[in-house]
């Protein structure tokens, strides 16, 4: 089994559609740890509003808290602290695609961040989306990674920035799975078809 984790260099950058069309690629299962506010419309809800594959399966989050903030401030409303131990992956002999919150230095509580969610065995995925500071952004989010031993693939998203995207893949090294093309509307049916676009890149580089 492998295990995939999708993390974003902000917010809003499109870790959840990004996660579907990995999950529709490659028939596997997901799971979002922590999920904060929008509890009956969730990230969870939405990937499974957008996957088709028959063996994929959406499992439950560890924590679901109901405000819509950084998770260690929204479990504090809940009366919750985030305790890393109780934050256990799934069983499943599927392949799993992990979706974090936020960006990697999100708190979970006053000592862990998602990043303390990536086991060495996992292989990360960085979605980026250009915007000004898109650049920064994505080479601190990599330069954390790799201060954790870390490697990750990057995912761009929406429209094409070829300067943006260049000096990014230059200043990383990183492998690049590709760039998502901007969808309207967002379906099953376009997330299929980047998922069947993209799943090359991806299938090549997990081998």
Not at 48 to 68: E, F, M
Request: hydrophobic residues 40%.
């Amino acid at each position: 089994m492998k295990t995939l984790f999708v993390t974003g260099i902000s917010t809003e950058v499109g870790k959840t559609v990004a996660a579907a069309i990995l999950v529709e690629a490659l028939g596997a299962d997901y799971w979002k740890p922590v999920q904060a506010g929008d509890l009956d419309h969730s990230d969870s809800h939405k990937v499974a509003g957008l996957v088709r594959h028959p063996d994929s399966v959406i499992h439950p989050n560890a924590y679901a808290l109901n405000t819509p903030m950084s998770p260690h401030a929204a479990a504090e409303i809940d009366g919750l602290r985030i305790a890393l131990d109780a934050i256990r992956p799934p069983e499943t002999g599927n392949t799993l695609v992990i979706e974090g919150a936020g960006g990697l230095l999100v708190p979970l509580n006053d000592s862990d961040t998602i990043a303390e969610l990536i086991r060495p065995e996992y292989r990360v995925v960085v979605v980026s989306r250009h915007y000004l500071g898109s650049i920064n952004h994505t080479l601190l989010t990599v330069e954390a990674l790799r201060s954790r031993g870390i490697r990750p693939a990057l995912l761009f998203n929406g429209e094409e920035h070829p300067s943006t995207e260049s000096i990014i893949q230059k200043r990383t090294g990183c492998p690049v799975l590709g760039r998502i093309r901007p969808l309207d509307p967002v379906n099953p049916e376009t997330v299929r078809e980047e998922a069947l676009r993209l799943r090359p890149a991806l299938l090549s580089w997990l081998s």
